[in-house]
């Protein structure tokens, strides 16, 4: 179904037009119908049509001079049809230009709107059929090297498994690895195909690529995730499959470097999930001395102490070979040994930040049954154990310069989300006007100038590197809007994102001259 939207400052030509497209032979839908050039933009912005009627004489912006302004801001241009009661030459050339599909006097005929419409929709469709073409190509030539890097890890294989994901895709973001390892007792595997089918309704709309690893396992690699605390397969959506696999999944990784690292968490986690051999070994939890050393060293506050001490029973727990139950409950023991000291300590004390700490320790006992591996276990809680360890050290864990040090690290790395003095003020239980002006004596710039640099200085990067649409570089860096980013990028830089990627190609070039 295609989507359609009209735009003319005639009301009934509007209207005359609808019904035209309702009674069609041709599978489409009418999006809405605008009345004025300003409202047109806007529509196409916010509802992507796939093609577009319009009339050129409109008010406050003229039906072409919308899609120049489209097509300059760096957005797709629907299949446009040009309807015009002057039959000019200037409004023809300007529409070829544009290369509109067909350009209509009025007053119109039925047959030739259905003329120009089945042109546009078979434009479409051939569109399409490249686009399907394309990926299917694509998806193969990661899938196979992907397989040969699994089977065989090696640099090389690496290094163009990430250069064909970030070429072909503009890919960024994070990744996750699975595994999925046919259980003992099954006698058929899945076809490839079956099994994408599953994994793709599982994975939500993310980009999933499969290798067959040997007769009973495949690989997964799945891309287009955006959130760094990781992404989880709807096993409600994956019980049939699972009755005959056992998976096991890694953390989520930015950078395709990792890919062997990924590799790594994901046979971990299918390998505890499943047994070692059928042998595990129960870690004996209150009566170990690394339970002990965990508390000394989280009442004192030694920082790199609680990082050594995360980290040593990482490595215990997978060198001897300890079955995930045990994991889980060594840490549950823990989180309610520090949730007691964070009680006792502060008790007498409302403050919000106390308060959310113990009920993040009361949330991440009560969660902890959910991870898959080990790692995922011993990075989550070093994260939180980190921060009971500041606030047990320090009388007062309200420490603002320590809050913006913070701050700008987590827009540095998480630039994309909608980060907000509101965000802020909620998440530190700190007074908005009092942390913009703490962070402007400690940065020498206002919070929303900080975060603003971040993003154009990344969409600097993309645009140079990358062949992302602008509007597809203004969603990565956290705008909502095209045009607002358009507005923000050329007020900071000088330049429109179109000028600027031109002019980085145009140095690209001369680069390369020089250098032969």
């Not at 095209?482 to 900071?492: P, T």
Request: proline share 2%; aromatic share 10%; net charge negative.
């Amino acid at each position: 179904m295609y989507r359609i939207l009209i735009a003319d400052d005639e009301f009934w030509v509007g209207r005359w037009l609808s019904q035209v497209l309702k009674e069609s032979p041709f599978e489409v839908t009418v999006t809405g119908i605008s009345d004025n050039g300003e409202e047109t933009l806007k529509a196409l912005l916010d509802t992507r049509p796939d093609i577009l009627i319009t009339d050129i004489n409109m008010p406050l912006i003229d039906g072409l001079d919308v899609l120049k302004r489209l097509e300059e801001a760096g957005e797709r241009l629907p299949k446009t049809i040009v309807i015009s009661g002057y039959d000019e030459f200037d409004y023809a050339r300007r529409a070829i230009e544009l290369e509109v599909m067909a350009y209509l006097l009025k007053p119109l005929e039925r047959s030739a709107v259905y003329e120009a419409v089945e042109k546009a929709v078979a434009a479409l469709e051939k569109e399409q059929e490249r686009k399907e073409q394309t990926r299917d190509g694509f998806t193969a030539g990661v899938e196979n090297i992907l397989t040969e890097y699994l089977r065989s890890p090696g640099d090389e294989t690496k290094r163009q498994l990430s250069s064909l994901l970030v070429s072909g895709q503009g890919q960024s973001g994070f990744f996750e690895l699975a595994l999925f390892q046919m259980r003992r007792l099954e006698k058929s595997a899945l076809t490839r195909e079956e099994m994408r089918g599953r994994l793709e309704e599982a994975a939500a709309g993310k980009d999933i690529y499969l290798c067959p690893l040997d007769r009973f396992t495949w690989g997964v690699l799945i891309t287009g995730i955006v959130n760094p605390a990781g992404f989880r397969l709807d096993e409600s959506v994956l019980v049939s499959l699972l009755h005959s696999y056992e998976y096991g999944l890694s953390e989520a990784h930015e950078a395709m470097e990792e890919i062997g690292e990924a590799f790594a968490e994901a046979r971990e986690s299918i390998i505890l999930r499943l047994g070692r051999e059928g042998k595990t070994e129960s870690f004996p939890v209150s009566e170990s001395d690394l339970h002990a050393d965990f508390l000394a060293v989280l009442k004192a506050g030694n920082m790199e102490r609680i990082r050594e001490c995360t980290r040593q029973a990482c490595g215990l727990f997978i060198q001897k070979g300890y079955d995930l139950t045990s994991c889980l409950n060594f840490y549950f023991v823990l989180s309610g040994e520090v949730i007691k000291l964070l009680n006792d300590r502060y008790k007498e004390q409302s403050r919000t930040e106390y308060l959310e700490l113990i009920e993040e320790g009361y949330d991440f006992s009560v969660r902890i049954r959910n991870y898959y591996s080990i790692r995922s276990i011993c990075h989550r809680f070093e994260e939180y154990i980190e921060k009971a360890a500041s606030c047990l050290k320090e009388e007062d864990c309200m420490d603002v310069a320590a809050i913006v040090k913070r701050i700008q690290r987590e827009i540095r790395e998480h630039y994309s989300t909608d980060i907000s003095l509101a965000w802020v003020a909620d998440e530190y239980g700190i007074n908005p006007s009092y942390f913009s002006k703490k962070f402007k004596d400690e940065t020498g710039v206002n919070f929303i100038d900080y975060l603003t640099e971040v993003r154009i200085g990344q969409a600097k990067e993309l645009l140079s590197h990358t062949g992302l649409s602008v509007s597809a570089v203004s969603l990565r860096v956290g705008f909502k809007e095209a045009k607002y980013f358009s507005r923000v990028f050329a007020s900071m830089t000088g330049e429109k994102p179109s000028e600027y990627r031109e002019r980085m190609r145009r140095e690209e070039e001369k680069r390369e001259e020089s250098a032969h």
